[in-house]
């Protein structure tokens, strides 16, 4: 069985998510904290932002994130390819946020609040991050999203022309583990 949930829901242990989010970031500035997809949702209707569905846009399987400067020098990287399994988008950066990417279905694919308001000078030190969050996944692999795809599919989730373009790029370049994790360790510290 699959259970979804969007982060605009406006039901309590959604509402409650939201609540505690804002809370750890006003409350707790030494505290780290990273969102991936739904937790990027999560993190931007906490902290000013909003999620919304992408007019029945989906974004499956490896794919091109354009990086904006500060997205290069945060991933360390030109270029970025990430999983993506998603329908649901922030549409704007919210407030106090630095934007680290795009693709053409979402706007928003990754941003970060620093500890100081002001956005630091290029070279970025990842300790200076206070929030990082990404609306791909770096934690699925080609198999994971493989057999999620065909999962997804057959449940009528994802729409067959979706599944199809899902399955033509499978073997694209992942980042997800040797540039996003490398970055998330970094903002924790270690690797630095």
Not at 101 to 110: C, E, F, I, P, Y
Not at 123 to 140: A, R, Y
Request: hydrophobic share 45%.
């Amino acid at each position: 069985m699959c259970i979804e949930a969007s982060a605009y829901e406006d039901v309590e242990w959604i509402n409650r998510l939201v609540g505690f989010v804002a809370r750890v970031a006003e409350e707790r500035p030494a505290l780290k904290i990273v969102g991936i997809c739904f937790g990027h949702q999560i993190v931007a209707r906490a902290l000013g932002g909003r999620c919304v569905r992408n007019d029945g846009k989906w974004e499956v399987g490896p794919t091109p994130v354009a990086l904006t400067r500060l997205g290069q020098d945060v991933f360390g990287v030109e270029s970025l390819y990430i999983q993506e399994m998603h329908q649901d988008v922030v549409p704007e950066v919210p407030p106090t946020f630095h934007l680290l990417g795009s693709t053409d279905v979402a706007l928003n694919q990754g941003m970060v609040q620093f500890n100081s308001a002001a956005a630091p000078a290029s070279p970025v030190s990842l300790s200076d991050i206070h929030i990082f969050t990404v609306q791909g996944h770096p934690e699925f692999t080609e198999a994971i999203m493989t057999k999620m795809v065909a999962t997804r599919a057959e449940q009528k989730i994802i729409d067959a022309a979706t599944a199809a373009d899902a399955v033509r790029r499978a073997g694209w370049q992942n980042d997800g583990v040797g540039v996003v994790a490398k970055a998330i360790l970094g903002i924790y510290g270690v690797g630095a």
